[in-house]
């Protein structure tokens, strides 16, 4: 049967002109959480992509990487709701739901050979007629036969605010750092 | 704000084929997203892929699948391919949608997250690793038994990070 191959540098022209850049920041150095703030509200949608590995060195367990997400610097945890369907390679699949702000998705461990990987949805940002909901697609890969060193997971969260999203902090579940080289990335998305 | 989301190459298969290959793959995006809507000519089984031609034992996968009875998960280390989802069976297509982070830089191994669905088969999430720090300029996606169906289509975007 043939074989189908095409070069990819012939860029082709057309861009999709719903999705736009609005912000990305590469980590020079470890910090303990990161931020978007001043978020514009021209669109209609948000999305997070980003990639990050923690300093956090326990020995097991996927829950220690895990993400909380707070809108407006809301801190307050019982805003927030999540439910996660997670797969860690070897135990039965877990449901998460939880009175917290734990939708942000995953980082790996420190010294891990692979980096947390997040694509977030946050809907209708800027509609202040209704609570905010999320859509995480989110997990990891370690090359690592040990139980809790991968994982794939869907997470759904709300944040019972009416208010327009302005600002987005990203900090580990675990009292740890975001490593150099974590990237953030920020998009909107017209509708 | 500049526009991105950027189509860089798209195939769509007039005959059957056992592979698909996008090569000279630019660096100047962030993250790349390759959308396949595939058949197999036979079989529904796994969606293959390699990166930069590399065959070692550089790849590993952690899965979650449901297939409308039970949920499951499984996992795969040092393996010489990853395995993403399904291919589809004849006539029936499945949608795999592939988000290959942060692609171009050469400090970080790469980790590849894909969802992907056949309606009349299993849904899956995968995050697949490759232990290379290379900036990815080409991708094979093959399907592990039979061929991709003619119709079967493929198609890579560039998405560019803000400053």
Same mark, same amino acid.
């Given at each position: 049967?043939?074989?189908?191959?095409?070069?990819?540098?012939?860029?082709?022209?057309?861009?999709?002109?719903?999705? #736009?850049?609005?912000?990305?920041?590469?980590?020079?150095?470890? +910090?303990?959480? #990161?931020?978007?703030?001043?978020?514009? +509200?021209?669109y209609?949608?948000? +999305?997070?992509?980003?990639?990050? +590995?923690?300093?956090? $060195?326990?020995?097991s367990?996927?829950?220690?990487?895990?993400? !909380?997400?707070?809108?407006?610097?809301? =801190?307050?945890?019982?805003?927030?709701?999540?439910?996660?369907?997670?797969?860690?390679?070897?135990?039965?699949?877990?449901? =998460?739901? =939880?009175?917290?702000?734990?939708?942000?998705?995953?980082?790996?461990? !420190?010294?891990?050979?692979?980096?947390?990987?997040?694509?977030?949805?946050?809907?209708?940002?800027?509609?202040?007629?209704?609570?905010? $909901?999320?859509?995480?697609?989110t997990?990891?890969?370690?090359?690592?036969?040990?139980?809790?060193t991968?994982?794939?997971?869907?997470?759904?969260?709300?944040?019972? !605010? $009416?208010?327009?999203?302005?600002?987005?902090?990203?900090?580990?579940?675990?009292?740890?750092? #975001?490593?150099?080289?974590?990237?953030?990335?920020?998009?909107?998305?017209?509708? | 704000? &500049? &526009?991105?989301?950027? /189509?860089?190459?798209?195939?769509?298969?007039?005959?059957t084929?056992?592979?698909?290959?996008?090569?000279?793959? /630019?660096?100047?995006?962030?993250?790349?997203?390759?959308?396949?809507?595939?058949?197999?000519?036979?079989?529904?089984?796994?969606?293959?892929?390699?990166?930069?031609?590399?065959?070692?034992?550089?790849?590993?996968?952690?899965?979650?699948?449901g297939?409308?009875t039970?949920?499951?998960?499984?996992?795969?280390?040092?393996?010489?391919?990853?395995?993403?989802?399904?291919?589809?069976? /004849?006539?029936?297509?499945?949608?795999?949608?592939?988000?290959?982070?942060n692609?171009?830089?050469?400090?970080?191994?790469?980790?590849?997250?894909?969802?992907?669905?056949?309606?009349?088969?299993?849904?899956?999430?995968?995050?697949?690793?490759?232990?290379?720090?290379?900036a990815?300029?080409?991708?094979?996606?093959? /399907?592990?038994?039979?061929?991709?169906?003619?119709?079967?289509?493929?198609?890579?975007?560039?998405?560019?990070?803000?400053?």
């Amino acid at each position: 049967m043939p074989i189908f191959g095409i070069t990819a540098s012939s860029n082709m022209s057309t861009k999709l002109t719903d999705f #736009f850049q609005i912000a990305t920041t590469t980590l020079g150095s470890a +910090q303990s959480s #990161f931020t978007f703030s001043s978020i514009p +509200q021209d669109y209609t949608h948000l +999305q997070i992509r980003f990639s990050c +590995q923690s300093s956090d $060195t326990a020995a097991s367990g996927f829950g220690n990487n895990r993400l !909380n997400g707070y809108f407006n610097a809301d =801190e307050t945890a019982t805003n927030y709701y999540n439910h996660a369907l997670v797969g860690n390679g070897d135990n039965p699949v877990t449901s =998460e739901p =939880e009175n917290t702000a734990k939708w942000a998705g995953n980082a790996t461990r !420190n010294s891990s050979a692979g980096w947390g990987t997040n694509v977030i949805d946050i809907l209708d940002y800027t509609n202040t007629n209704k609570f905010k $909901t999320t859509r995480c697609l989110t997990g990891f890969s370690n090359n690592d036969n040990t139980t809790g060193t991968g994982s794939a997971r869907l997470v759904s969260g709300l944040w019972k !605010n $009416t208010a327009a999203i302005t600002s987005i902090k990203i900090i580990p579940e675990a009292a740890v750092n #975001f490593k150099q080289n974590s990237i953030f990335s920020l998009y909107g998305v017209k509708a | 704000m &500049a &526009a991105t989301y950027t /189509p860089i190459a798209s195939i769509t298969l007039g005959a059957t084929a056992s592979s698909v290959t996008f090569s000279s793959i /630019p660096s100047t995006y962030t993250d790349l997203v390759l959308v396949a809507s595939t058949t197999n000519t036979s079989a529904a089984g796994n969606n293959l892929m390699r990166l930069n031609s590399d065959t070692g034992s550089n790849y590993s996968r952690t899965r979650l699948t449901g297939n409308g009875t039970s949920a499951t998960t499984g996992r795969g280390t040092s393996e010489t391919t990853l395995y993403f989802g399904d291919t589809g069976n /004849p006539s029936n297509f499945s949608t795999t949608i592939y988000h290959l982070m942060n692609y171009a830089n050469t400090t970080t191994n790469k980790t590849i997250l894909a969802r992907s669905g056949a309606g009349d088969v299993q849904v899956h999430l995968v995050t697949g690793l490759w232990r290379n720090t290379a900036a990815i300029n080409t991708i094979l996606l093959y /399907p592990e038994s039979n061929n991709y169906s003619s119709g079967s289509t493929f198609n890579l975007y560039g998405i560019l990070a803000g400053s």
